[in-house]
């Protein structure tokens, strides 16, 4: 799992002083990869969405790589 990769760096991970990533930080991260939506698309796509507080995200993932994500703003948004 990559946060456990991420809790097992040292002091100066980089060579140039890094700091080593906090345990708060790392169950932040859990937490919001736990947030993620992967779904099918009927074109043959994968989209990733997730909320962050004001912000939805989507992100369109093909053979190729992500082509590309959809943004907007949830502030003042109302919903009907």
Request: with cysteine.
């Amino acid at each position: 799992e990559a946060c456990a990769a991420l809790a097992a760096l040292p002091e100066n991970w980089d060579s140039y002083g890094a700091k080593p990533i906090a345990a708060e930080v790392i169950q932040a991260a859990r937490g919001f990869l736990g947030s993620l939506w992967v779904v099918p698309r009927s074109d043959g796509e994968v989209q990733i969405e997730f909320a962050i507080p004001g912000m939805d995200v989507e992100i369109y993932v093909n053979k190729g790589g992500v082509r590309g994500a959809l943004l907007w703003s949830t502030q003042g948004a109302k919903e009907t």
